[in-house]
């Protein structure tokens, strides 16, 4: 028996050993992704990361640029907030290189509502207005609370999402609000929570939401009859 454990301990010490021998990092400057449209047709193209690797010598200054973001996005929506994002679907230089960035538009009292972003942490820096953010963490343990950390951002304010946790962000004041945000990866994707626990279609059973929410289940339905809307915008 003791001779069979340290055979596994010995396995698994150099199963570990080569996981944290692999590079977290591209092997070469560069893998400009191949627009998704385009992918089927290429006959020795490479993955990296999901996407299709340019040939170097067609790349152009063109993959690495976005404009506009100077731009306002439009707030004309129920949450009154509009999140631009420029991941690698936007710069398609980004690939493999594990950033992207987002502009969050907010008009007086716009809410981006609790979301978590499952591949990425995130960074915010607030350029105009004041706004109540926050994070909520994971679940501590039995009989213990989710703790929330929440802070006040006037410009010039940075404040810190660690990666897939439930956060928020809020306009309190009178006045739009502006902030730009950096995400640890070229496509950190967001799971905005009203909208998919009571918009995904096909919709979540009702039985499972009632005894989930502990609420009455007409509740849920009139939850579930409304349109949630995503208040991302994919240029």
Request: proline share 8%; with cysteine; glycine share 8%.
């Amino acid at each position: 028996m003791a001779f069979r454990f340290h055979i596994a301990a010995a396995i698994l010490a150099l199963v570990f050993t080569i996981v944290h021998a692999s590079d977290p990092s591209p092997l070469q400057d560069f893998c400009v992704a191949v627009p998704d449209a385009n992918a089927g047709v290429l006959a020795n193209a490479v993955f990296v990361n999901g996407k299709i690797c340019k040939d170097p010598k067609l790349v152009e200054a063109e993959d690495f640029f976005f404009p506009g973001l100077n731009e306002p996005g439009s707030t004309s929506n129920p949450l009154g907030s509009n999140v631009t994002t420029v991941n690698v679907n936007q710069i398609p230089g980004l690939n493999t290189l594990g950033v992207s960035l987002a502009r969050i538009d907010f008009a007086p009292y716009g809410l981006n509502p609790p979301h978590t972003h499952p591949r990425a942490t995130e960074i915010l820096v607030v350029l105009e207005g004041t706004l109540l953010v926050g994070f909520v963490t994971s679940n501590p343990g039995m009989n213990m609370k989710n703790k929330l950390f929440t802070k006040v951002l006037n410009p010039g304010d940075v404040f810190l999402f660690p990666e897939g946790l439930i956060h928020f962000q809020f306009n309190k004041g009178h006045s739009n609000a502006v902030a730009f945000a950096g995400l640890s990866s070229q496509n950190p994707g967001v799971i905005t929570i009203a909208n998919a626990v009571f918009g995904s279609k096909p919709p979540i059973s009702r039985d499972v939401l009632t005894k989930a929410f502990q609420v009455d289940k007409n509740v849920v339905k009139y939850l579930q009859s409304q349109f949630w809307r995503d208040n991302h915008y994919y240029p």
